[in-house]
């Protein structure tokens, strides 16, 4: 198949952790064969480019579409599909059949889902209103809607009153290859937790400094960039939190270096669609200590990959962090159950061929079948 890919976030050099989920699968498709080529509608020159053989352009909407025009893809891969955004007016625009990948925010009330503080959740939730139901007649000329977790499909057919005639549940592929557990030396030393996460409110790291306010048994470093950046810094000097923030963006390629310095992830949401930092962790053998927020106990068995608390309990979420530390045999046990349910889950080779499935029976012709099995 002819793949075109159009997206409003894509890794580049600037912000290296923007849309890797994306990136995965264009990888994924190009791997087994198919041609794939990624757009990101921008204002300015054109800029094209290349990841890992992957054809990149992000330049304004009349040059995408003559560079698709001449591509001739047989189907789109529409990702975030935000109501009047750039990226989302043009795959609307173009006679091309369409598949929908719904994430997050953009089929949600976000007031009601941890996005928002104060007066901006009164204000959000009239936005809303207005960009479900423009969401809404867009899904309805859409060939297929694919969605991360169960629960983000019904959250958002509840959210937009429709139900698409032919939609999945797929989740963001991890590629188990690359993530996959290391030699780590725990001797003499405490264990160590990673929140690999946007400084985002919705991520609840607030909630996480909290619980680790003056604890001595284990200590957690926050790894990400985003507005509640600040505001994290404060709270953890007042709460003489065992936290150490480092403000930065990582590169996909040395996440699962990066994850095989710690002993164990820490997700304390308030609402996450599926988390991926998170699976690709339990990827490379960390136990999990995470909130029921949102798709996250479809990927994380409390009591068998990890340990699942409320959201904003900051003494749940100490009291599981302290009991994974406290059994460090048990919290290998854990780890070893997290790397087998992703790959159960979640590993590209299952995630690929569900989504060429899918991104095939969208389009028509007798050349777009996928029925020989995958090899990554």
Request: with cysteine.
């Amino acid at each position: 198949m002819r793949i075109a890919v159009l997206t409003e976030y894509y890794p580049d050099a600037g912000n290296p952790a923007s849309g890797v989920y994306v990136h995965a699968r264009a990888w994924g498709y190009r791997k087994v064969g198919h041609a794939v080529r990624v757009y990101r509608v921008r204002q300015g020159p054109p800029d094209p480019g290349e990841q890992e053989g992957i054809s990149v352009l992000a330049a304004d909407a009349e040059t995408i579409r003559s560079d698709i025009a001449s591509f001739d893809p047989e189907v789109l891969a529409l990702h975030t599909a935000y109501p009047g955004r750039p990226h989302t007016r043009l795959a609307e625009s173009l006679a091309v059949p369409r598949v929908v990948w719904i994430h997050g925010y953009e089929a949600m009330f976000t007031a009601l889902h941890g996005y928002r503080r104060g007066f901006e959740r009164l204000l959000s939730l009239l936005h809303d209103v207005r960009k479900l139901w423009r969401l809404r007649r867009s899904l309805a000329k859409a060939a297929a809607v694919v969605y991360v977790s169960a629960w983000m499909r019904s959250t958002a057919e509840r959210s937009m009153r429709f139900r698409h005639p032919t939609t999945s549940v797929i989740p963001n592929p991890v590629d188990t290859d690359r993530f996959r557990p290391s030699e780590r030396s725990r001797a003499n030393r405490r264990m160590r937790g990673l929140a690999l996460r946007g400084l985002r409110r919705k991520c609840g790291l607030d909630t996480a400094v909290e619980a680790y306010g003056d604890l001595q048994e284990t200590e957690l470093t926050i790894v990400g960039t985003g507005p509640e950046a600040d505001r994290l810094r404060s709270q953890i000097d007042r709460a003489h939190a065992a936290v150490r923030l480092e403000e930065k963006s990582v590169r996909h390629a040395q996440v699962p270096e990066l994850i095989a310095g710690y002993d164990y992830f820490v997700a304390p949401s308030r609402n996450e669609t599926q988390c991926v930092a998170m699976c690709e962790a339990m990827a490379c053998g960390l136990p999990v200590v995470a909130t029921r927020a949102g798709g996250i106990p479809e990927y994380v068995r409390d009591g068998v990959d990890g340990y699942l608390v409320g959201s904003d309990d900051p003494l749940a979420l100490r009291g599981a962090v302290l009991r994974l530390v406290s059994d460090p045999e048990r919290a290998r046990a854990m780890g070893d159950a997290a790397r087998g349910h992703v790959e159960e889950k979640c590993s590209a080779l299952r995630v690929i061929q569900a989504e060429l499935d899918v991104l095939a029976a969208a389009t028509s012709g007798p050349t777009t079948k996928t029925s020989e099995p995958l090899r990554l």
